[in-house]
């Protein structure tokens, strides 16, 4: 299976932290999203960014920004259809989605995810510790965006429901240091400082 290319996925609202982008927030003086890039980049082929509304306050990370194009905020499947398109449009066959505001995620995710996914036709794999799958980790096939694009438009919002479909698999990853810790709320973000 050749590389695949990596999506940030920060598109949502925020409405637990209060609004605007969490990515943007610092942590030990760096924002989310600059530790996941470092985490994230030197796995991937290429790297782009999920994110709505304006695009150029991005723009000093020197990343593409796609925008989801399903309307009415549709959770992180409309992020991963995003990142899908812009991957097929590269030529690549696959993609690993890293959450924007995760700043602890593995730094062997991308080998572990295209492991399990051996000798599936459609590589699709998610993220999994002993609390559960991570859906916003995951190895997602280009071969599948206009069936997952389908089912949005349908009303489709719960990721485990169309991995299950197509036969997706978990990667499961010790929950040890909560690889895969997020920050939702203020009190998230100050325990992340302590982790640190």
Sequence with gaps: MKQPAGVILAGGRATRMGGGD?????????????????????QVAALALNAN???????????????????????????VLAGLDWAAAQGFE???TAAGDTPFFPLDLVRRLVAKADGMQHPLVLAATPDGRQPTFGLWPVALRDDLRAELEGGLRK??????????????????????FNVNTPEDLAKAEAML
């Design 22 to 42: 969490k990515a943007l927030l610092k942590l030990g003086g760096v924002t989310l999203l600059q530790r996941v890039v470092a985490r994230l980049k030197p």
């Design 53 to 79: 509304g304006d695009a150029s306050r991005f723009a000093h990370t020197g990343l593409p920004v796609v925008a989801d194009s399903v309307d009415g905020f549709a959770g992180p499947l409309a992020g």
């Design 94 to 96: 696959s993609i690993v």
């Design 159 to 180: 990721v485990v429901l169309w991995t299950d479909k197509h036969g997706g698999r978990l990667a499961e990853f010790a929950d040890e240091g909560a690889p895969f």
